[in-house]
């Protein structure tokens, strides 16, 4: 007669057997790659690349979908709603603002939702009109200060980590610059250039080529690292302590899927990242390269949720 112990082991190698199978078979049908974004732009040309050379090593289709709208809730929902296990979405550092700052959500980020990786940073920096008569952190502040609600600065929309990234810097440096949102980055480049605009958050590659023209200037970035180019340029951090805001690009997905499958898909991303290809595209477009793993990703992701819900919060819940 088997003893109750030996009965419970059996019964567990019974129940993890198949779920093991499962694992080292993944992927057993087509992987949906869910970018929140329209297609064009670089989330979009990323998710390509990694979605093609997926699909060469793993010898599985692997296919884009593009889901965009209401800052990237949209394509986290259908990730969050998926039960196949073959479901991964593109997220940007919205992704972690969106609790703090929605009243109603279709999902609970850390219910619902885990990660797989984080693919890369992405160095944000502070650009001003060419008519602002600041150079630097230290001279922005003062000039803040001596004129209250008077400079603008723009961000790709409202939430976006551009406009957060304004935030901050009000609160932290006690200015009160106000903020002026727009569909996206472009047509606020517009008006920086234009000098409809003193101030605009965003990155550093997207703004290279009108810095290195001499239509804008470059005041400070806002991680913590200076940018390539321009090591005389010290980081937003170095005058008002503690500051510091990338932007970034991971990879989710559905709660359900088992860890060891989510260590399966964190492996096929990384190595399509270490595509020489991939590689140089990825530099190209400013991006470092990270590639952590489920854990650690999921614990970035809760990182970055706090310390915008604790910025939100400071700001009475309002964001302007």
């Known amino acids: 007669m088997l003893r109750r112990s030996s009965l419970a082991a059996i019964a567990s190698v019974l129940v993890a057997t198949p779920l093991s199978l499962r694992a080292s078979q993944w992927p057993s049908q087509t992987v949906r790659f869910i970018v929140p974004f329209p297609p064009g732009g670089s989330a979009d040309g990323l998710s390509r690349l990694i979605a093609q050379r997926m699909q060469t090593d793993l010898g599985q289709t692997v296919i884009v979908e593009n889901k965009p709208g209401a800052g990237t809730i949209i394509g986290a929902d259908a ?11 593109l997220v940007i550092p919205s992704f972690a603002v969106n609790p703090s700052i929605q009243a109603q959500m279709p999902y609970d980020t850390a219910r619902d939702l885990a990660g797989v990786t984080q693919i890369s ?12 008569p600041v150079n630097n952190v230290p001279e922005l502040i003062a000039y803040a200060k001596q004129n209250p609600k008077t400079l603008t600065y723009g961000s790709a929309g409202t ?8 935030l901050m810097l009000n609160q932290m440096a006690g200015i009160d610059m ?3 949102p727009y569909k996206g980055s472009a047509p606020a480049q517009t ?10 958050f965003d990155s550093f590659v997207s703004q290279l080529p009108m810095l290195e023209a001499g239509r804008l200037k470059l005041i400070a970035p806002g991680g913590s690292r200076r940018l390539p180019g321009y090591p005389g340029v010290a980081p937003i951090g170095d005058t008002v302590k503690g ?3 990338e932007s970034y690009f991971g990879v989710i997905t559905s709660r359900g899927t088992s860890a060891a499958v989510r260590a399966r898909m964190q492996k096929a991303i990384t190595q399509a990242m270490a ?13 470092t390269a990270v ?4 854990a650690e990703f999921d614990a970035f992701i809760d990182a970055d949720m706090k310390k915008w819900a604790a910025v939100v919060k400071s700001l009475g819940g309002k964001l302007d």
């Open 191 to 200: 008006d920086l250039v234009g000098g409809r605009l003193h101030l605009l």
């Open 178 to 180: 106000v903020h002026v």
């Open 159 to 166: 939430g976006s980590s551009s406009h957060l990234a304004g």
């Open 79 to 89: 990730v969050a709603k998926s039960t196949d296990g073959h479901t991964i979405g």
């Open 275 to 287: 595509d020489p290809q991939i590689a140089g595209w990825m530099s190209k477009q400013g991006m």
């Open 243 to 245: 500051f510091e805001v």
């Open 291 to 294: 590639g952590s793993t489920p």
């Open 121 to 132: 940073t992405l160095p944000i920096a502070l650009f001003a009109t060419n008519q602002l």
